[in-house]
């Protein structure tokens, strides 16, 4: 089981990452969607899939150690519950619709004066938390592919907003990073 859930989890992750890929880099916008159609669908399932897997994984891999497990546990946990904490407020203060990747209002203040991207940021916590949480070989590999979904996002949604809030976005991205100060 935790053989399929890993290869389950590598497989959603990069699939999303490939979809934020071609977003940046081709004419084609798979995210963000814009709308509540196949792509925001596709999307949302892959990403419970992704999420699921690495959770699975994590719980399957229990007492498989690469590093001393009180320590890892402790330090992973309190990271994954940081940016759980944060995740969650990013989310709230620009909202469940624009964070599902429907158009909006352009947010600059609270979390976003400090990054660009504070959802992706807390993101990356939680993931890392749960890899070093677990100290699994299978969770690294999923982890790792899961990362590369949410670092390749903000470039995805990058021509989008410079399309949408046009000097505006500029402005912003001139004075404010795309992950942390």
């Not at 859930?5 to 979809?19: D, S």
């Not at 963000?32 to 999420?51: M, N």
């Not at 939680?126 to 949480?133: D, H, L, R």
């Amino acid at each position: 089981m935790r053989g399929i859930l890993t290869v389950t989890g590598i497989v959603a992750g990069l699939a999303l990452a490939t979809g934020m890929v071609a977003s940046r880099f081709t004419g084609y916008r798979f995210w963000p969607p814009g709308e509540r159609d196949w792509r925001w669908w596709t999307y949302i399932g892959l990403s419970g899939v992704a999420t699921v897997s690495l959770l699975g994984v994590s719980y399957l891999s229990w007492n498989v150690s690469l590093l001393p497990r009180p320590e890892a546990f402790v330090a992973g946990g309190l990271l994954a519950i940081a940016g759980a904490v944060g995740f969650l407020a990013a989310t709230f203060d620009l909202g469940v619709e624009e964070s599902s990747g429907m158009e909006g209002k352009l947010r600059t203040e609270g979390f976003y004066r400090c990054t660009r991207n504070p959802q992706t940021v807390f993101l990356l916590c939680i993931t890392s938390g749960i890899v070093v949480a677990s100290a699994s070989p299978s969770v690294v590999l999923v982890g790792a592919a899961v990362a590369v979904w949410f670092v390749s996002m903000p470039f995805a949604e990058e021509p989008w907003l410079h399309q949408q809030y046009g000097a505006e976005y500029r402005e912003y991205c001139d004075r404010t990073p795309r992950s942390i100060r």
